[in-house]
T-cell receptor, first 114, second 115 residues
Framework: GAGVSQSPSNKVTEKGKDVELRCDPI?????LYWYRQRLGQGLEFLIY????????KSGLPSDRFSAERTGESVSTLTIQRTQQEDSAVYLC????????????FGPGTRLLVL | AQKITQTQPGMFVQEKEAVTLDCTYD???????LFWYKQPSSGEMIFLIY??????QNATEGRYSLNFQKARKSANLVISASQLGDSAMYFC????????????FGRGTSLIVHP
């Protein structure tokens, strides 16, 4: 079956604009994670969805960041009033259950804020 | 709070040789999982191997093995018989086995395999 997909693959925007990033998890995967990876850095956790439970938003760096997921399907990460420091790769991962050992990652969205 | 430390920003290895990538961790959780991921230049994160904190045997997956020393809080990745395609960034990560399930990643080690 298809893996995790993300769109767009690349996004260039101007400072102050809003951007929306999309993640399509593997069908049937209940858990979905968003991460940010700045150049030369490791992954920084942003938000975690598990089924219909309230998401864990503890990693969101500011109130400009928000994410939604309807049920166990697509998720969107929205960054409002983008800043240059938001430039990074945004990775999405899904897993088939809460305690699953394996996360399957998408190819990421490369965001550049000018 | 969890912390992952990867002290080797870059490593070089000759093709067909073995290489060890270091990872130490700190956590107050009693039950946790340790992971290694590979990230080639294309950017995707590829799961390599998993070790549970209560697993008595070191995990192995093909040419990958995890040298787990719980008392020293280390979880080094050993790649045997290196191949040119192993050149990539390697990330160590850990996650509690209950509660938040939020993983923490290290900063990564860049591995270059020479022919």
């Amino acid at each position: 079956g298809a893996g995790v997909s993300q769109s767009p693959s690349n996004k260039v925007t101007e400072k102050g604009k809003d951007v929306e990033l999309r993640c399509d998890p593997i069908s049937g995967h209940t858990a979905l994670y968003w991460y940010r990876q700045r150049l030369g850095q490791g992954l920084e956790f942003l938000i975690y969805f598990q089924g219909n439970s309230a998401p864990d938003k503890s990693g969101l760096p500011s109130d400009r960041f928000s994410a939604e997921r309807t049920g166990e399907s697509v998720s969107t990460l929205t960054i409002q009033r983008t800043q240059q420091e938001d430039s990074a790769v945004y990775l999405c991962a899904s897993s088939d259950r809460r305690g699953s050992q394996t996360q399957y990652f998408g190819p990421g969205t490369r965001l550049l804020v000018l | 709070a969890q912390k992952i430390t990867q002290t080797q920003p870059g490593m070089f290895v000759q093709e067909k040789e073995a290489v060890t990538l270091d990872c130490t961790y700190d956590t107050s959780d009693q039950s946790y999982g340790l992971f290694w991921y590979k990230q080639p230049s294309s950017g995707e994160m590829i799961f390599l191997i998993y070790q549970g904190s209560y697993d008595e045997q070191n995990a192995t997956e093909g040419r990958y093995s995890l040298n787990f020393q719980k008392a020293r809080k280390s979880a080094n990745l050993v790649i045997s018989a290196s191949q040119l395609g192993d050149s990539a960034m390697y990330f160590c990560a850990m996650r509690p086995s209950g509660g938040s399930y939020i993983p923490t990643f290290g900063r990564g080690t860049s591995l270059i395999v020479h022919p």
